[in-house]
């Protein structure tokens, strides 16, 4: 049988727990809002917002990223010294359809290199090339390629901290899901570094679906190209006798 | 806000920003005149849209707008359709030959700089042309419009019409009232057939003059020729580059066509209310400025040394 003192500890014990924040969960889950987008016609890209809770430091990096596909690539070359355009093949090995990261330090400030090349963080994560196959300086390039394009970016800030208790946050955040992004699911990973290690890492994903007509009218035009056009013709007959009808004869072309 | 998404060109873009260009566009055509596929494909680019899903949706949204045209002026007795089906025989042959160029240049990744390449250098000629042109008519100087073309000419044969009647296979034309080989409608047919595949015009604005001056057609006959045979090499080019470049986005061309049709409307009407020669000086320096544009696109260095292996 207990004797006193152990159960004045017990209940010390209990006490305590029961003065834990309402509502504070532990932090092994990420709240991911929308879960899944379907591309309409009218889609314009999607915000996704994500939302974990984190024990350990201020370091903290939200990563967002679509599957890995090889690229065909173009070097740009000067021709007749004037003009650019592509020149010399390429292929960049699993390059991510999209990669969006947002961090409370520069990403060198996170870890270290050796860690940040096996998490995926940084500039070396925009293929998966050997070096020798494609040099730090394409990959560079590359980088540049898919930030024109919207499907590579590297933020720092983006991040907002709300503390839960002492030593608890919730670290929210934002990514853009551009047009281009094709449907897919998409990891996000919320990660706290201390001392340049890793201290949590919650995890989810985003499915992005093809929208019904979208879907469609993408697949017609894939896979049953001469019906497509056929269609597209048909089409444009029927748009341009309804013109016809409706204003009158055009301009000449 | 208001973003539509193009799933051929897997991009997106302003829904109002589509229809302001075909609005345009539509109402340059209304001004002045002339067809504004020439100047549509370029400020497609310019906004994004893939090169080879321009060109291609440009051909698309020229059929119907060509439909209608056709469709009055082969009621008002227009349209010489012997000189038309030889001048689609050529589109025809023209167009499946520049498809496959587009094909061949899509896979080697040039398809978008030569697409460029060409347009700067036909929008150099005929804005300059224009410039020089209307300049010209400011002054007080005879005027090389199309619109006068149709004046009797009574001068002796040229060099060049001398060449024309030699050729074998002459054909009576009666309703334009010439007499040629039926090679000149075939190859001049066969040239706009390629221009359309490449660079998504009509090729009206090539045709016209050169049916007006070179083959002595009368105006109104040209017009309506020139449009018959523009919609089926367009219909041709559409269909073939749905099929072997999968490049037309349906969705893209009937937005640029809504634009286009209300501006077309707009700009007949303002046409009326303003000099001919001001608004000609007006078009020619928007087409010399689309095409600066594009030089310092092609000239300036780009944002990355490194491009997709494909244009689409």
Redesign the interface.
Known sequence: MPSLPAFGLLWALLAAASSTPRGWAPPDTLTITPETARTGILYGGVTVAVSGEVTCGQSVAALLTGPGTDLELRRQTRVWGIFWAPGSRLKAENVPSLYLLHSSVPPAELAPDTLLRELGIGDHAACSNEASALNDSLRLELVRLRESQGLFQMNVGGLQWEELAPGHWRVSTTFHVPTRAPPATYAIQLLAFCDGQVAEQLAGSFTLEQGTFAGFLDSLATDYGLLYGVFAVVLALAAGLVVGLVFGSPTRR | ?????L??A???ANLFLLLGLGGLVGLL??LF???G?FLLTPLLIMIGIPPAVAAASDS??????????T???ARSGNVDFPMGLLLLGGGVLGGTAGVRLIKFLLAT??A??VIQ?TYIVLLALVGSYMLVDSIRGLRGAPVAAVARADVELTRPPSTSARFLAALPFPVEFRRSGVRMSALVPLVLGILVGVLAAIMG????FIM?PVMVYLLRMPMHVV?GT??FQ?LFTC?NV???????N?T????L??LL?AGS?SG??L??RLSKRLKAEQLKVLMACIILVTMTAMVVG?????????????DH
């Open positions: 806000v208001w973003s539509i998404y799933p051929v897997s991009c997106g055509s209304g005149g002339v067809g596929g698309n949204q020229i059929v119907a707008a060509a439909t209608s045209g469709y009055a002026h990744g040039q978008g700089f390449l015009v009509g090729g009206g016209v017009v020139s449009l523009i219909c559409t269909i073939l580059q749905a099929t072997m999968h037309v986005d349906v969705l061309a009937l066509l049709t077309a409307q700009g007949a092609l000239v300036h260095h780009p944002v990355a040394l490194l491009a997709p292996a494909g």
